[in-house]
């Protein structure tokens, strides 16, 4: 089983539609959750930190269930620009004292006129 | 921009062949960590660079070593090179290794083996 998995993809939506991601992670021990942003064959870059309480920064809204080991986000009124490729990583503190990234292995997003 | 600088932009080079790749992390962040993109797949982390030392590895034989320099700049070294190095790498730069705060990525080399 992988440690993080999203829903394969890809999603293909016209304008101004709702889609929501989901993702699962297998280790109860991880600390901190985080949704990335990736365009083709650039760097990912964060789009938005993860909290059980959920967050929104204006049309993206980000949810955390620890019991459950979920994570979702949500981007309403979808445009073309959010055409990319979203990652969802968790932070694991290892047992060497440190902390590390792991990466689902993203869900593709195409926004079509 | 994160700050954080990776050079090269991109590379070709033929299998047994060595790469030296390198990065510059944000000021202030003393923990460098390396991860491999391969086509299709999420990041795979390589390894974590703290106080010169290496930290923490993730599932990469040791042809695969790295360096961290007082400046807290950071090398990645492959040796023998083998057609499925081919990837993104991109080194991401954080506070300490304890941080629980995301880890900020730079542009990433590309490497093609052939």
């Known amino acids: 089983r992988k440690e993080v998995e999203q829903d394969p993809g890809p999603f293909n939506v016209p304008e101004g539609a709702t889609v929501a991601f989901n993702c699962t992670y297998s280790n109860s021990a991880s600390q901190s959750f985080f949704w990335y942003r990736q365009d083709c064959r650039k760097e990912p870059k964060l789009l938005m930190s993860v909290y059980s309480s959920g967050n929104e920064d204006g049309r993206f809204t980000a949810q955390l269930n620890r019991a459950s080991q979920y994570i979702s986000l949500l981007i309403r009124d979808s445009k073309l620009s959010d055409s990319a490729t979203y990652l969802c990583?968790?932070?694991?503190?290892?047992?060497?004292?440190?902390?590390?990234?792991?990466f689902g292995a993203g869900t593709r997003l195409a926004v079509h006129p | 921009e994160t700050g954080v600088t990776q050079s090269p932009t991109h590379l070709i080079k033929t299998r047994g062949q060595q790469v030296t790749l390198r990065c510059s992390s944000q000021?202030?962040?003393?923990?460098v960590s390396w991860y491999q993109q391969a086509l299709g797949q999420g990041p795979q982390f390589i390894f974590q660079?703290?106080?010169?030392?290496?930290?923490g590895r993730g599932n990469f034989p040791p042809r695969f070593s790295g360096l961290q320099f007082p400046n807290y700049s950071s090398e990645l070294n492959v040796n023998a090179l083998e057609l499925d190095d081919s990837a993104l790498y991109l080194c991401?730069?954080?506070?300490?290794?304890?941080?629980?705060?995301?880890?900020?990525f730079g542009p990433g080399t590309r490497l093609t083996v052939l």
């Open positions: 000021s202030g962040h003393n923990t």
């Open positions: 990583v968790v932070n694991t503190l290892l047992s060497g004292g440190y902390n590390k990234l792991i």
């Open positions: 991401a730069s954080s506070l300490d290794p304890l941080s629980t705060d995301t880890q900020y």
């Open positions: 660079y703290y106080r010169e030392e290496e930290n």
